[in-house]
């Protein structure tokens, strides 16, 4: 874990991969619990594996006491193993071997939140990617797949609930008040899907009857008190166990699923088998402590961690390498999910919408820097560091343009492939490949690219219309930048949906190769660097709707005039293009304003565009959640990446004048968008109400922009009568960001008061109330050190430590990157802190610095200054380690 030598952390390889030398066929386990201590027995049988250059047994441990190490009923001598840092070797083993080992681990000290850990009085694991070492030694790698028996036993007060994977098959008293729990899973797993949960927990259950006709126990398990928070999670499992039987054809294979929830967790969720272990963010919800967002987060995550049962847990990954195998496919899994229970075609593209959004201001900003890495990466010092948004949404969209190449059921056969060859198998992205190849009869060779070569492709498409043949030529050229390590770049396998627009805003019929008669959109195949594509009888000069729906992950150029993109902003069939189309046209604006602030010029904002916003807004025949999309400015961050050089100051002050003038310029369509969009009545996420609240709070906040009295009492009003979280808390945001005077100021600090008083027993909505003022235009970071004195505050929480801290410091940017670098200096500060207690969190954080480089010569030497002071902190995590050592080694 620890990495004293910071200038070479080890990196490991995936051309190094060699099978295991042994198989583990059975593990049995027992484990005495205790916060303070857990005695861990465990006997399992390996096999030698004929097929591997490998002859010992090799196993991974990381911070354990070792009591007891028997091989075939014998105790091992110290001269008959080696360990050398996490790796322990028993060499000249016999073909069959039963080990039995006895560990004894900290739960409470265990700060790491990684193997066994203490939340809240109560015992959780989180085992992926490498914590099952930490709770015994074993050969802890995904390849490594053996069925599991576990025996928990503990003292009754404290413990009455003992969970782990698979069947209960027996339970029972002890006598001196502790009893015991069996768990048997019938399944094979790799050691990352272990888990146990014990501890005071109360559960919501109910009886599933699946679509083969049995009878499954479903139960969602929560602290006491809680319980009355667990409805909509429950609801989602069962929607999601509906959906892969119905679009999958994917059952569940056990008779039991339960889902847990903690406080205390690194991430969102876990898909262990049987017994998904999630943060309370993930599954708690009631209208009065969760906003639509929240719904829609528990709804995609319950999904998401149910879909890995087959993607990940059935099928599993070879090597950590192939991470992205599960994660791609099970993030395109949930968002599909997502997309089919709104339904609705708009519903599918605001879904579609949202997930570029994030695409585009992550993952095209990791991909653009230090610690770019391909979908498939070929090494890491530390696996942890790669659950990134490459492998999770850039995973997601290159199995997106499988489902673009091979259509709705040639996907389905190609999933019905994966599954009928790898059942039960650890195996690689290029078996999920080889699959999709087959199933389609398609040659997918090149699209291996897409898996290792990492950067964003470029296209930039041309095109030219000859009104005498009536043909409409289109040319599109592909490029790559170069990233860490990777200079050269081959040309990608790029499908680009296309559809041409006539003057009346309708499709052109399309007459070109691969177009059936009637259609208007069609998939072209961009292998080369550079390919023409005509298309014929095209009757007057179209504007082209390129890269319909999004169908590669990509950025796109083309030379739109302004009044084409209005044109494809008001007509497109295509509602994703549409929304494209307006971002287009604000980002042209947003980029020569931050130029006009730079430059000391004065700041306008032209009709044309206000127009165009206008129509859309007061477009009702449009939803409302699709309104809101385009209504909503590009991010300051999405803003940052069309410069070489930064100015975050100056891009806040040029959005925010521009919202100044929308709000200004729109005042009175606001107001009947706010008027139209009340949702009264008895508070319901649905898709229809959860749209309706997001474009009247998004008027909500941009009147506030303007500010004026009516509108501050509009927020109060709002604040004071809200029933529900949603409405609460966009109300307070307007509140806390209005620009008014003292009276208003004074306002606002009493609702955040009152805010903070009526739900300081809710940990989920004093992380909202720490964000919410992370992120406030006027938190500096005096405000934000004052924060952290806050009694509520601490570091220890990964959810807490992130509301505030990962907020300010993502989130914020005109404040974190103030110029006299005290934003540096209080990032260097919080990841050295956090280094200490959570490595994992600490190295998310990092990832804060990742594009120092894009900033000016001035800030720039203060981030460096801010690097070098975490690179050469004592005993560093090789996590955080590996994030800062890249990001100096940056060009
Ligand atoms: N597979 C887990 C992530 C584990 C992260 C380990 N550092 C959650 C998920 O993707 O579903
Ligand atoms: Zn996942």
């Known amino acids: 874990m620890r990495n004293d030598n910071l200038s070479a952390p080890q990196a490991i390889y995936r051309k190094d991969y060699v099978a295991p030398g042994f198989w583990v066929d059975t593990v049995e386990m027992g484990l005495d619990l205790g916060l303070e201590q857990t005695h861990v027995a465990t006997r399992m049988t390996l096999r030698r594996n004929p097929e591997s250059t490998e002859k010992d047994i090799v196993l991974f441990g990381d911070g354990l006491k070792i009591l007891q190490l028997r091989l075939n009923g014998a105790n091992l001598k110290k001269s008959q193993y080696s360990i050398q840092g996490e790796t322990m070797r028993i060499p000249d083993a016999p073909d069959d071997v039963v080990l039995e080992i006895e560990t004894l681990i900290q739960p409470v000290k265990n700060t790491a939140l990684s193997g066994l850990y203490a939340s809240a009085g109560n015992l959780i694991t989180q085992c992926e990617a490498e914590g099952f070492r930490r709770i015994t030694w074993f050969p802890d790698r995904p390849d490594v797949m053996a069925k599991y028996t576990v025996l928990l036993r503990a003292d009754k007060k404290a413990f009455p609930v003992l969970l782990s994977n698979g069947n209960l098959i027996e339970e029972g ?7 015991y729990a069996k768990w048997e899973d019938p399944f094979f797993k790799p050691s990352y899907l272990f888990a146990i949960v014990a501890g005071k927990l109360v559960c919501q259950e109910e009886t599933f009857r699946l679509q083969d006709g049995r009878d499954a126990l479903l139960q969602v398990w929560v602290e006491p008190g809680n319980l009355d928070k667990t409805d909509h999670a429950m609801q989602s499992l069962k929607k999601s166990i509906r959906w892969d039987e119905e679009r999958f054809g994917l059952e569940l294979d056990l008779d039991r699923f339960m889902i847990v929830a903690t406080g205390d967790f690194n991430m969102g969720a876990m898909e262990n088998k049987g ?111 790669f659950y990134t948004v490459t492998i999770y949404e850039k995973g997601s969209e290159v199995v997106r343009m499988y489902y673009t190449l091979l259509g709705h059921d040639g996907f389905r056969k190609g999933m019905d492939l994966y599954f009928a060859r790898h059942d039960g198998q650890a195996v690689e992205c290029d078996d999920f490949r080889a699959a999709m190849a087959d199933a389609g009869g398609r040659d997918l060779t090149q699209f291996e690219r897409w898996y290792s070569q990492a950067g964003t492709p470029r296209v930039h498409a041309s095109a030219v219309y000859n009104a005498e043949e009536k043909t409409y030529v289109l040319t599109l050229a592909q ?5 860490p ?30 177009a059936q008669a009637g259609q208007t959109s069609v998939v072209l195949e961009l292998t080369e660097a550079s390919q023409t594509f005509i298309f014929r009888d095209v009757a007057e000069e179209p504007v082209p709707s390129l890269l319909r729906n999004f169908s590669a992950p990509v950025v796109l150029h083309f030379d739109y005039s302004d009044a084409q993109l209005a044109h494809l902003l008001a007509h497109d069939s295509d509602p994703f293009n549409r929304w494209e189309a307006g971002q287009r046209l604000a980002t042209r604006r947003l980029v020569k304003l931050t130029q006009a602030v730079q430059a000391g010029e004065a700041l306008a904002l032209d009709e044309m565009f206000l127009e165009a916003l206008r129509n859309t807004l007061n477009d009702t025949t449009l939803d409302p959640a699709f309104r809101e999309l385009v209504l909503t400015l590009p991010s300051e961050l999405v803003i940052a990446e069309e410069f070489d050089e930064v100015d975050p100051q100056a891009i806040h002050t040029a959005r925010q004048f521009a919202r100044a003038a929308i709000s200004d310029a729109l005042r009175g369509d606001l107001l009947t968008a706010y008027e139209d969009n009340l949702t009264p009545g008895k508070y319901s996420p649905d898709a229809e109400s959860s749209a309706k609240r997001s474009l009247k709070n998004l008027a909500l906040s941009y009147l506030a922009d303007w500010p004026q009295q009516s509108t501050f009492d509009l927020a109060l009003t709002q604040f004071n009568e809200a029933e529900n979280m949603t409405d609460r808390l966009a109300a307070l945001h307007a509140l806390v960001n209005f620009k008014g005077d003292a009276k208003q100021k004074k306002a606002a600090d009493k609702a ?107 800030l720039q030497q203060k981030m460096k200054a801010a690097l070098e002071k975490v690179a050469g902190t004592k005993k560093l995590s090789k996590d955080v380690a590996e994030v800062v050592t890249k990001a100096l080694a940056a060009e």
Request: glycine share 6%; net charge neutral; aromatic share 10%.
């Open 275 to 385: 017994l998904n272990i999630f943060n309370t963010k993930y599954v708690l919800a009631n209208p009065s402590i969760a906003t639509d967002t929240d719904y829609a987060g528990i709804e995609s995550v319950v999904g998401h961690e149910y879909f890995h049962n087959w993607t990940g847990n059935r099928v599993t990954c070879r090597d950590w390498f192939q991470l992205s195998l599960k994660e791609g496919l099970t993030v395109f899994r949930d968002q599909e999910f997502s997309a089919d229970l709104v339904g609705t075609a708009t519903g599918r593209a605001v879904k579609r919408i949202e997930d570029v959004r994030v695409l585009r201001q992550v993952q095209f900003s990791e991909d653009a820097g230090p610690m770019a890495h391909p979908v498939r990466p070929d090494s890491f010092v530390e696996i942890n560091n």
């Open 479 to 483: 490029s790559c930048p170069a990233t």
């Open 485 to 514: 390590g990777q200079a050269e770049k081959l040309p990608f396998h790029i499908p680009v949906t296309v559809g041409l627009l006539g003057a009346d805003g309708r499709d052109l019929p399309l007459h070109t190769d691969g």
């Open 173 to 179: 008293d002890l006598g001196d008040g502790r009893h």
């Open 752 to 858: 955040l008061a009152q805010f903070y008083k009526l739900f300081s027993k809710e940990a989920l909505v004093v992380d909202k109330w720490f964000m919410l003022q992370a992120v406030a235009e006027t938190t500096d970071v005096a405000k934000v050190r004052e924060l952290m004195q806050h009694p509520a505050f601490t570091l220890n929480n990964p959810n807490r430590a992130r509301s505030l801290t990962f907020s300010f410091c993502n989130a914020n940017p005109s404040q974190f990157h103030a110029p006299d670098g005290s934003g540096y200096a209080l990032w260097a500060e919080l990841v050295i802190a956090l280094n200490k207690i959570n490595p994992q969190v600490a190295a998310r954080l990092a990832r804060s610095m990742d594009r120092w480089k894009k900033y000016s010569p001035a």
